[in-house]
């Protein structure tokens, strides 16, 4: 059964950093590419970093220069490195697996883990 749990959400002041982990299981880490969403109260699910089986990489233009995704496919883990954080970074992020290339989102997904960018 393939599991994906997130990690390291907190609440942090405006211009700190947070890493996100998302450990995997049942060899999802195999499996295309994975990505990072982020969800807002009231706003729709976006994508945030994508990162293909190969090491390449996607960033929303909002994370460009703040935010770096990383994975490690031996221990089936995935990160997210956020620098930088600002409050409308705040929202709830989930961890993605099983998709391909850029525009076919997986259909595996974490539990989420908040992020609260606030002073």
């Known amino acids: 059964q393939v599991q994906l749990v997130e990690s390291g959400g907190d609440l942090v002041q405006p211009g700190g950093s947070l890493r996100l982990s998302c450990v995997g299981s049942?060899?999802?880490?195999?499996?295309?590419?994975m990505g990072w969403y982020r969800q807002a109260p009231g706003k729709q699910r976006e994508v945030v970093a994508l990162?293909?089986?190969?090491?390449?990489?996607n960033y929303a233009d909002s994370v460009k220069g703040r935010f770096t995704i990383s994975r490690d496919n031996a221990k089936e883990v995935m990160y997210l490195q956020m620098n930088s954080l600002k409050p409308e970074d705040t929202a709830v992020y989930y961890c993605?697996?099983?998709?391909?290339?850029?525009?076919?989102?997986?259909?595996?997904w974490g539990q989420g883990t908040q992020v609260t960018v606030s002073s």
């Open positions: 993605n697996a099983g998709g391909s290339g850029w525009s076919v989102i997986g259909r595996f």
């Open positions: 049942g060899r999802i880490f195999s499996i295309g590419t």
């Open positions: 990162i293909s089986s190969g090491g390449s990489t």
